[in-house]
T-cell receptor
Framework: GQNIDQPTEMTATEGAIVQINCTYQ??????LFWYQQHAGEAPTFLSY????GLEEKGRFSSFLSRSKGYSYLLLKELQMKDSASYLC??????????????FGRGTQLTVWP | NAGVTQTPKFRVLKTGQSMTLLCAQD?????MYWYRQDPGMGLRLIHY???????AKGEVPDGYNVSRLKKQNFLLGLESAAPSQTSVYFC???????????FGEGSWLTVV
């Protein structure tokens, strides 16, 4: 199965930079996702990494190291609307569990003015 | 283009009652998932399907059954609802490239 760990809560101030870490253990890694979820809403897609390295998309960047089982989501120029839960998810490719998608418990980010 | 549609959005059940949640997608995706989300627990995988006619158990399958008779629909059934099944349920699909997960809007279920 999967073991995905993220910090439970983080706080930061408007305009700052914050890094949310995610570590995982899997027997068959096949991609890592980051999602944003506001209270009472469905998660929305932020990024996907399957190869090592940094993927940049506007104010958001995501990094992956498969050998270390580690990823982070970097949010720059924080805005109040970035206050949300950030979910890390890993896709399994092992034969009997091909296609499984596991989520971490999420990191609740609060952005202060 | 509706994407992923879940019905119903809200439901209150009495203990022991049965119900079915419907997830419908119009994107022709093979992979579909049912998750439940509880405070502090994140999204936990209940069951999933890698194609029409196939289903598989996730992390928390007990008390639930699923069916995927048609590619576009993934049904989640509660045969005898329990208060522990009070939760928000999300359906999701994975696109053919495997790099984007699409979610439904969620179904809020309360079992009293």
């Amino acid at each position: 199965g999967q073991n995905i760990d993220q910090p439970t809560e983080m706080t930061a101030t408007e305009g700052a930079i914050v890094q949310i870490n995610c570590t995982y253990q899997t027997s068959g890694f096949n991609g890592l996702f980051w999602y944003q979820q506001h209270a009472g809403e469905a998660p929305t897609f932020l990024s996907y990494n399957v190869l090592d390295g940094l993927e940049e998309k506007g104010r958001f960047s995501s990094f992956l190291s498969r050998s270390k089982g580690y990823s982070y989501l970097l949010l720059k120029e924080l805005q109040m609307k970035d206050s949300a839960s950030y979910l890390c998810a890993v896709r399994d490719r092992r034969g009997s569990t091909l296609g499984r998608l596991y989520f971490g418990r999420g990191t609740q980010l609060t952005v202060w003015p | 283009n509706a994407g992923v549609t879940q019905t119903p959005k809200f439901r209150v059940l009495k203990t022991g009652q049965s119900m079915t949640l419907l997830c419908a997608q119009d994107m022709n995706h093979e992979y579909m998932y049912w998750y439940r989300q509880d405070p502090g627990m994140g999204l936990r995988l209940i069951h999933y399907s890698v194609g029409e006619g196939t289903t598989a158990k996730g992390e928390v399958p007990d008390g639930y059954n699923v069916s995927r008779l048609k590619k576009q629909n993934f049904l989640l059934g509660l045969e005898s609802a329990a208060p522990s099944q009070t939760s928000v349920y999300f359906c999701a699909t994975l696109d053919s490239s495997g790099n984007t997960i699409y979610f439904g809007e969620g179904s809020w279920l309360t079992v009293v």
